[in-house]
């Protein structure tokens, strides 16, 4: 019987968190393609923010956007909901590809993780060297210390494919030029992407996205969110906190990283409890971007337990006559 309770509560805050990210994706989409970052965020984390405080829930953000000094980001260590409920840690990006909004580009999302206190890698906002594949394939298949030639061939049989036929997802940054140029001589073809690595991570545990592998230099908050999903739907994941500067290991430290060099597995980044959710700001390989159609909206999203591996996408009509 508790146990049917818990199961209860689960299925109500994983709805509950669709809801926060469709907010945000509803309100961020009014900035489609208009060229303002700022206010396309901005406009993210209002949404997201009276959302969450709307929630029946004791919830600590751990993964934010930024720290405290840094309004109006929804900062690490911010307090939400009505702490009337459970206590949960948050992990949250109120706006994935702030650039790809602005510009009118592929796989803009509103992105959140709930874990139980504890259950997420308490990172600073610094850069994480990541790599990620899918499910079903033997454990330690990669190693984030391998070379990406080898890590390629190792998928490669693991996935029983041709080298030629593996795909590597990467940001397109100039600090991947040498990943990429060590990829193709390999022999495999690199999917780049302007933005977005949190689908980009996302999309070697979905066959149909044809990405085999993502390897790359992204940011921490987007790792430990991707890390969450791919705990829901099965996946291998490795990861290694980048620091430029002093400041930067100061921060870290000042959130209990001890160790500066840790290379982290799955299991260190999101516990075997988590929920995921996320909801499509514009097209892209996982969900749909809002449409606005008159008087109304239609959202689609996905949310994810871990606890059931269940992954249901949701499409839902917003009327904003009806809205408040």
């Not at 968190?17 to 206010?39: H, P, Y």
């Not at 079903?136 to 990406?148: A, F, G, T, V």
Request: aromatic letters at 4%; hydrophobic letters at 40%; proline letters at 3%.
């Amino acid at each position: 019987m508790i146990k049917k309770i818990i199961e209860i509560k689960e299925r109500n805050l994983a709805l509950e968190a669709v809801r926060v990210t469709e907010a945000a994706a509803l309100s961020a989409s009014s900035w489609i393609g208009l060229g303002d970052e700022k206010k396309a965020d901005a406009s993210a984390v209002k949404a997201m923010r009276e959302s969450l405080n709307a929630l029946d829930i004791d919830g600590e953000v751990v993964i934010g956007e930024g720290e405290r000094d840094k309004a109006p980001m929804l900062f690490i260590g911010e307090k939400v909901g009505t702490k009337k409920g459970p206590k949960v840690d948050i992990a949250l990006d109120p706006l994935e590809g702030t650039t790809i909004c602005a510009t009118g580009g592929n796989n803009a999302l509103t992105v959140i993780a709930f874990s139980e206190k504890g259950g997420f890698l308490n990172a600073p906002d610094v850069y994480m060297d990541k790599i990620a594949i899918g499910g079903n394939l033997p454990k330690n298949i990669i190693d984030i210390d391998e070379k990406p030639e080898t890590n390629i061939k190792n998928l490669a049989k693991g996935l029983q494919k041709e080298v030629s036929d593996i795909v590597v997802c990467i940001l397109d940054r100039p600090r991947h030029e040498d990943i990429i140029a060590k990829c193709r001589n390999a022999g495999a073809r690199i999917m780049l992407i302007s933005d977005g690595d949190v689908s980009g991570i996302i999309a070697t545990a979905n066959p149909d996205t044809g990405v085999d592998m993502y390897l790359g230099i992204g940011g921490a908050p987007e790792g430990v969110l991707a890390a969450a999903a791919l705990r829901c739907i099965g996946g291998q994941m490795q990861a290694r906190l980048k620091f430029y500067n002093e400041s930067e290991k100061i921060r870290a430290r000042k959130l209990g990283i001890k160790d500066l060099n840790k290379k982290y597995l799955l299991s260190d980044l999101a516990s075997e409890n988590s929920m995921f959710a996320a909801t499509g700001v514009t097209d892209g390989s996982m969900l749909k971007g809002v449409k606005v159609i008159g008087n109304r909206a239609i959202t689609e999203s996905i949310v994810m337990r871990s606890s059931t591996g269940t992954v249901r996408t949701i499409r839902a009509s917003h009327n904003f006559k009806l809205k408040n």
